[in-house]
C-alpha cells in the first residue's frame, strides 16, 4: 500500500513539474506601462509568436499552440484591453499594440522570431517587427494583408462606425457573422460573435479606428521581413501591388472558410502555417 501511494505521488509530482515546464503565463509591462498578459508553451525554435484580432484574445490560437508546442516555443499574446491584459491605455493604436508584442519578445529573450497575426494582428506584427529588427524572420497573415495599402480618413472611418456607437453589441454581432459563410460550424459562430461582442465599447471603437486609418506603406519602407497570408478566398488580394511595397510577399488560399481560418479549419490552417515556417527559415 505504501509503494503504491509513493507511486501515485511521484506521478502527481511529474505531472506538476512537467507542466510547469511545457506551458506558462506570465505578465510583462508594454512600453506605456499597460500590463500584457501572455502564455508560453514548448520549446523549439524559431519562436512562433500568435497576435489575435480586434476584439479577439490569445485563446482563439487554442489549436495552433496545442499543435505547435511540440516543435516549437509558442507564445500567445493578450493584446493591451482584451483578455486579461491591462486596459488603462488611452489611444489603442497599432504602434502601442506592436510595443505590446515587442515587450514580451524583449522579455522573453527570444532571437529568432516568427510574427503571426491574425486580421487586426497583421497590422500589429508589422509594428512589432520595425521594433524587433534582427530577431524577426518573417511574418505570416491569417486572412490579412488583402491590400497592403488600404486605408480610411477619419471622416470615413467614422461613418462606417456609426452603427457601433449606437448600439455596440448588435452591430459587433451582425459584423462578425457576416465574416463567416453559412456552412461554418455554428458552435464557433456564436463563440466569436459572443467574445466580440462583448469587448469593452471604448477600446473596441479606439482599437477598429485606429485600424482603419492605419497606414501600412509607411512603416513597410522600414520592414525588410518577409510576408506570408493564408486567406480565405471571399475577399479579392491585391498580390502585386503588395509586392511593390514587401519584396518577398505570398499568398496561400482556403477554400471553404470565411475570415477566422485558424478557426473554422485548424487542421488545414496548421499545415499551410508549417508549409510557411518551412519557407521562412529556409
Not at 80 to 108: C, H, P, W
Not at 148 to 155: A, F, Y
Not at 183 to 202: H, L, Q, Y
Amino acid at each position: 500500500m505504501k509503494k503504491k501511494i509513493l507511486t501515485i505521488s511521484a506521478g502527481i509530482i511529474f505531472l506538476i513539474v512537467f507542466s510547469s515546464n511545457s506551458f506558462s503565463q506570465q505578465n510583462v509591462l508594454s512600453k506605456d506601462g499597460v500590463k500584457i498578459n501572455f502564455s508560453t508553451e514548448g520549446k523549439g525554435k524559431p519562436a512562433l509568436v500568435f497576435v489575435h484580432g480586434w476584439n479577439c484574445d490569445k485563446s482563439f490560437w487554442n489549436d495552433q499552440a496545442k499543435a505547435f508546442s511540440p516543435k516549437y516555443e509558442v507564445v500567445t499574446i493578450d493584446l493591451a484591453g482584451y483578455g486579461e491584459s491591462g486596459s488603462n491605455r488611452k489611444n489603442y493604436t497599432m504602434q502601442a499594440f506592436g510595443a505590446d508584442i515587442a515587450a514580451v519578445v524583449n522579455k522573453l529573450k527570444l532571437k529568432r522570431v516568427i510574427l503571426i497575426g491574425h486580421s487586426m494582428g497583421g497590422a500589429v506584427i508589422i509594428e512589432a517587427a520595425l521594433l524587433l529588427k534582427g530577431k524577426v524572420i518573417g511574418l505570416v497573415g491569417a486572412d490579412t494583408f488583402q491590400d497592403l495599402r488600404q486605408t480610411m480618413s477619419k471622416k470615413q472611418a467614422d461613418q462606417f462606425l456609426k452603427p457601433f456607437k449606437e448600439n455596440f453589441v448588435q452591430a459587433t454581432s451582425g459584423f462578425v457573422k457576416a465574416m463567416f459563410p453559412p456552412t461554418a460550424d455554428s458552435m464557433v459562430v456564436k463563440r466569436a460573435v459572443e467574445k466580440m461582442s462583448s469587448a469593452p465599447p471604448e477600446i473596441a471603437l479606439s482599437s477598429i479606428t485606429n485600424l482603419f486609418i492605419y497606414n501600412a506603406v509607411a512603416s513597410l519602407k522600414n520592414m525588410h521581413a518577409p510576408i506570408v497570408s493564408i486567406n480565405c478566398d471571399r475577399y479579392p488580394i491585391q498580390t502585386e501591388e503588395n509586392r511593390k511595397l514587401v519584396k518577398s510577399f505570398e499568398v496561400k488560399m482556403m477554400k471553404g472558410v470565411g475570415h477566422f481560418v485558424m478557426l473554422e479549419d485548424p487542421t488545414k490552417f496548421n499545415q499551410l502555417l508549417q508549409e510557411s515556417i518551412d519557407e521562412l527559415v529556409k
